[in-house]
């Protein structure tokens, strides 16, 4: 079946601008991940979405960054006035059930750069 | 805090075994999972461990031990293929939030 889809694959932008970014999960997948990976480092967690509701948002950096998931499925991360530190792949997962401790499905990523 | 840490790099033999350590702070820990990740592709999940102990996949084992606040990931019958970066990765917060290590970047050589 279909894996984890996130769209664009790149996105260039300049410093300032609005940038939407989107996930689609696998179906049936109820738990949804925003990571975002500096080149040589982890995936550093942003924010975890248990249906429709943002269960865990503690990873979001400040408030020019915010995601939603309306109906459950496809989510949406939102970047305001992005900055060049913006700049990185932002990674999506979905997992079947809650806990982050089953195996997370990873997409390819979004490659964000701030110009 | 909720970090994890791990050697940055690691270089062994074809064939060889290969082990890749984690600390991890304990502060709302629940379990560490391991993922590995090629060059300019995404992380595929490895393994998990919730209880101490050891759980083999294959050529690919994972030990946890709570009183050490440490795990390991076991690469047995090392392959070229086994080049890429692994991340060990903790479930904190009800199970919930994932905090991945810096990750450890494993060269096989012929």
């Known amino acids: 079946g279909a894996g984890v889809s996130q769209t664009p694959s790149n996105k260039v932008t300049e410093k300032g601008k609005y940038v939407e970014l989107r996930c689609d999960p696998i179906?049936?997948?109820?738990?949804l991940y925003w990571y975002r990976q500096s080149l040589g480092q982890g995936p550093e967690f942003l924010i975890y979405?248990?249906?429709?509701?943002?269960?865990?948002d503690s990873g979001l950096p400040n408030d020019r960054f915010f995601a939603v998931r309306p109906e459950g499925s496809v989510s949406t991360l939102k970047i305001q006035r992005t900055e060049r530190g913006d700049s990185a792949v932002y990674l999506c997962?979905?997992?079947?059930?809650?806990?982050?401790?089953?195996?997370?499905?990873f997409g390819p990523g979004t490659r964000l750069t701030v110009l | 805090g909720q970090s994890l840490e791990q050697p940055s790099e690691v270089t062994a033999v074809e064939g060889a075994i290969v082990q890749i350590n984690c600390t991890y702070q304990?502060?709302?820990?629940?379990?560490l999972s391991w993922y590995q990740q090629h060059d300019g592709g995404a992380p595929t999940f490895l393994s998990y461990?919730?209880?101490?102990g050891l759980e083999e996949t294959g050529r690919f084992s994972s030990f946890l031990s709570r009183s050490d606040s440490y795990g390991y990931l076991l690469l047995q019958e090392l392959q070229m293929k086994d080049s890429a970066s692994y991340f060990c990765?903790?479930?904190?917060?009800?199970?919930?939030?994932?905090?991945f290590g810096a990750g450890t970047r494993l060269f096989v050589k012929a």
């Open positions: 997962a979905s997992s079947l059930v809650a806990e982050s401790y089953n195996e997370q499905f």
């Open positions: 179906s049936g997948h109820t738990a």
């Open positions: 979405f248990q249906g429709t509701g943002a269960a865990d």
């Open positions: 304990t502060s709302g820990f629940y379990g």
């Open positions: 461990n919730a209880l101490d």
């Open positions: 990765a903790g479930a904190y917060t009800g199970g919930f939030k994932t905090i």
